[in-house]
């Protein structure tokens, strides 16, 4: 079975904090996801990476940024995180392009 | 035009009905086609991949029409744990690499 595991299922952080969001994933899987999940919004891409050292801008990155120093391993940084940051975050890895994607239980930031 | 969309619902219904869901997707060259199952407050979770000849498992039959560029979800013999939001998902516009997912249909089975 595929897991996909992240650092905590709660954080609350103050406004200006920067916030570190882990992700790791057991499969060996190439690819890998940040998502952000609203309500009404759906789930929005945020970052990805197809390899180790590589990213790729998604659909809203702005004041995010990603770092994959290891291939199982994909972080996620607020910078100086903001009110409308807080949400729901789901990380999420696939084997190949067009594939399936697991998620991570996700992450649920409060940023006060 | 959205890239995926799905009827958002809610769609309630008695234990041991049938339902449906179709979602339309705009991207002609699109080759992956998911159905993904959402529980309140958790991850979404791979239910099937949708094939073009159509394909089941169990109570859950999925298709594609490639014509009408939609798929389709059918739930037979709905059981109350299939109350859940049901989400499309397509390889999307800009390439292979990225899955767009629907807004999703919410699903309530009631005793």
């Known amino acids: 079975d595929v897991k996909v595991t992240q650092s905590s299922r709660y954080l609350v952080k103050r406004t200006g904090e920067k916030v570190f969001l882990e992700c790791v994933q057991d499969m060996d899987h190439e690819n890998m996801f940040w998502y952000r999940q609203d309500p009404g919004l759906g789930l929005r891409l945020i970052y990805f990476s197809y390899d180790v050292k590589m990213k790729e801008k998604g659909d809203i990155p702005e004041g995010y940024s990603v770092s994959r120093e290891k291939k199982e391993r994909f972080s996620l940084i607020l910078e100086s995180a903001s009110t409308n940051q807080t949400s729901m975050y789901l990380c999420a890895s696939s084997a190949d392009w067009g594939w399936e994607q697991y998620f991570g239980p996700g992450t649920r930031l409060t940023v006060t | 035009r959205k890239e995926v969309e799905q009827d958002p619902g809610p769609f309630n219904v008695p234990e041991g009905a049938t339902v449906a869901f179709n979602c339309t997707y705009s991207?002609?060259?699109?080759?992956?086609f998911f159905w993904y199952r959402q529980d309140c407050r958790k991850e979404p979770k791979l239910l099937m991949s949708v094939y073009s000849s159509g394909n089941e498992d169990g109570r859950f039959t999925a298709q594609l029409n490639r014509a009408s560029q939609y798929i389709s979800l059918l739930i037979r013999d709905s059981k109350l744990s299939d109350s859940a939001t049901y989400l499309c998902?397509?390889?999307?516009?800009?390439?292979?690499?990225?899955?767009?997912f629907g807004q999703g249909t919410r699903l309530t089975i009631n005793p």
């Open positions: 991207n002609s060259a699109s080759q992956s």
């Open positions: 998902v397509v390889n999307g516009i800009q390439g292979a690499q990225k899955l767009v």
